[in-house]
């Protein structure tokens, strides 16, 4: 089974860097793509985009393009959002879902529990 | 590419069955079926339910039944029990490897 573990709630200044981290565990893992996806307080999923941590081919969506970036470890299978600089509108909680290998594979079948991020002066 | 279009909230008796609409452009769903629903209870992660429009991932209970006509997908709710009551979020592979998410229907048991 394919467990993601996000890391913990961050509280941070306007301006300040991140970078919050998702560990996944199990063998299927090396055949996945790692996801993240936004949740703005009240509001609904948004997709910001999804690495592959075996060669770290990166796609983003449109919106976050240049806002933030993903990266990966693959030899301890962790995959990384990174801001360099926040802003209060980047409070959110931040998802990061498994999504299986695969031409056909679009859907996310595991999740990780996510990180809330809080950005305050 | 907006956001796919979904009704705000959806409700039905214990029992009763209920159907949410996602509705999205024909880019938006192309000639895909990749179409997922996910479900999330308050201050959880989401939850797969239906994946590629109408398939249930192991230990989703038949209750929940997926569908997709032309540029609408839809998710029903079958003998609706109280657990049922969530937020629903429907989902599509957008092309040129982009994601869209729809905005959320908060489904309530009465």
């Known amino acids: 089974e394919v467990q993601l573990v996000q890391s913990g709630p961050e509280v941070k200044k306007p301006g300040e860097s991140l970078k919050i981290s998702c560990q996944g565990s199990?063998?299927?893992?090396?055949?996945?793509?790692i996801a993240w996806v936004r949740q703005m307080p009240g509001k609904g999923l948004e997709w910001m985009g999804m690495?592959?941590?075996?060669?770290?081919?990166?796609r983003y969506s449109p919106s976050f393009q240049g806002q933030v970036t993903i990266s990966a470890d693959k030899s301890i299978n962790t995959a990384y959002l990174h801001w360099s600089s926040l802003r209060a509108s980047d409070t959110a909680i931040y998802y990061c879902?498994?999504?299986?290998?695969?031409?056909?594979?679009?859907?996310?079948?595991?999740w990780g529990q996510g990180t809330l991020l809080s950005v305050s002066s | 590419q907006s956001a796919l279009t979904q009704p705000p909230s959806a409700s039905g008796s214990s029992g009763q069955s209920v159907t949410i609409s996602c509705a999205g452009t024909s880019s938006d769903f192309g000639d895909y079926d990749f179409v997922s629903w996910y479900q999330q209870h308050p201050g959880k992660a989401p939850k797969l339910i239906i994946y590629e429009v109408s398939k249930r991932p192991s230990g989703v209970p038949d209750r929940f039944s997926g569908s997709k006509s032309g540029n609408t997908a839809s998710l029903t709710v079958s003998g609706l029990q109280a657990e049922d009551e969530a937020d629903y979020y429907c989902?599509?592979?957008?092309?040129?490897?982009?994601?869209?998410f729809g905005g959320g229907t908060r489904v309530t048991v009465l």
């Open positions: 690495i592959y941590p075996a060669d770290s081919d990166t």
């Open positions: 199990g063998s299927s893992l090396r055949n996945s793509w």
């Open positions: 879902a498994r999504r299986p290998w695969g031409i056909a594979e679009w859907y996310f079948d595991y």
């Open positions: 989902c599509s592979y957008g092309g040129s490897t982009n994601v869209l």
